[in-house]
């Protein structure tokens, strides 16, 4: 990032000077980089930037490199630009998100310069987690779905996450499971048309969960961001986090707590739902949307690891449900 931009966001966030401290993370496909910075004679000590520069050609690590693909992307990038300017600060402690300090749209680039979490308690990553940390992610989930239960995603992706079967056409294609394509559209009708919609953080895994020294977490990247139902980041998570012999053992107890912290969710915000109903329909839908991310998965990556027997034996069960046959 040249030091014009710097001085600009220097001057936005009230402070006299940025200086680059490290790369925390290069973004997919070569469209930038997300920075800690310095800060000098301003409130923060220091701030995280997302520097979004859209490349002219994308180099992609799994050989998607096509026009949809591409503006798959940008458009993933508004949407996160979106969120954090009208969407954001609805958000409590008890689905904390970082602070958007100042944002601004240039062509070809996008700034999102951010609260640092790790200087506001939030210090910890996570490659393996126990069962209680895992309940720290669902319970923030949950508050975060109850938070956005019947609210329109305007400007948001009308669908949210990455893996939606209208934005993954290519990989659709290439799939070699015919029973499961022609499940693909009636599971993806079936969860678009749940009766207790919310906004879906969309990629929803362990590496996007920031957890404190105690058990409280907060959560990044909202480029993904947009309506369905509350079980695709669910199961999502809970795929993200252990192997398919826990799956199946830990599957109702994960289940049970995140339904239990959502009915606490809904009563501390006053919201009027009926939680036996909605519960209902989430719970039948669980499956439907870990056979939506199994679809994808089959697709985009045929060797990838958490293609295996639990996931199918979800797939199949779903596909007889809805009665398909070749």
């Known amino acids: 990032m040249n030091k014009l931009l710097e001085h600009k966001i220097a001057k936005n966030i009230g402070a006299e000077n940025i200086t680059r401290l490290e790369v925390i993370q290069n973004l997919w496909s070569g469209y930038g980089e997300i920075v800690r910075y310095k800060v000098d004679g301003g409130k923060e000590k220091s701030i995280i930037v997302k520097h979004v520069k859209l490349p002219d050609s994308a180099n992609h690590p799994r050989g998607w490199n096509t026009d949809f693909s591409h503006q798959r992307k940008v458009k993933s990038y508004e949407v996160e630009t979106h969120w954090y300017k009208q969407y954001s600060h609805n958000c409590t402690n008890d689905c904390r998100v970082p602070k958007c300090l100042f944002q601004e749209e240039l062509e070809n680039e996008v700034l999102i310069v951010l609260e640092d979490l790790d200087a506001s308690g939030f210090p910890v990553r996570k490659h393996s987690v126990s069962i209680k940390d895992m309940e720290s992610c669902l319970s923030w989930l949950a508050y975060f779905h109850a938070t956005f239960l019947h609210k329109k995603p305007v400007e948001l992706w009308d669908v949210g996450t990455y893996w939606h079967l209208a934005t993954r056409p290519d990989e659709l294609e290439v799939m070699d499971d015919p029973l499961l394509k022609e499940a693909a559209p009636l599971v993806d009708q079936k969860l678009n048309e749940c009766q207790y919609l919310t906004f ?127």
């Open 200 to 326: 879906v953080h969309g990629d929803a895994k362990l590496a996007n969960f920031c957890f404190s020294d105690g058990d409280q977490v907060a959560a990044v990247d909202f480029q993904y961001v947009g309506g369905g139902c509350g079980m695709k980041d669910v199961a999502y998570f809970i795929g993200s986090c252990i192997y398919e012999e826990e799956c199946k053992k830990y599957e109702q107890p994960l289940l049970k707590y995140y339904f239990k912290q959502l009915r606490e969710a809904v009563a501390k915000l006053n919201i009027e739902v009926d939680m036996d109903d909605l519960e209902q329909e989430w719970r039948d839908l669980y499956p439907y949307a870990w056979t939506d991310f199994h679809r994808f998965l089959k697709g985009w990556s045929p060797d990838h690891w958490k293609l295996n027997s639990y996931s199918e034996k979800m797939a199949r069960k779903v596909i007889k449900e809805l009665g398909v046959t070749l």
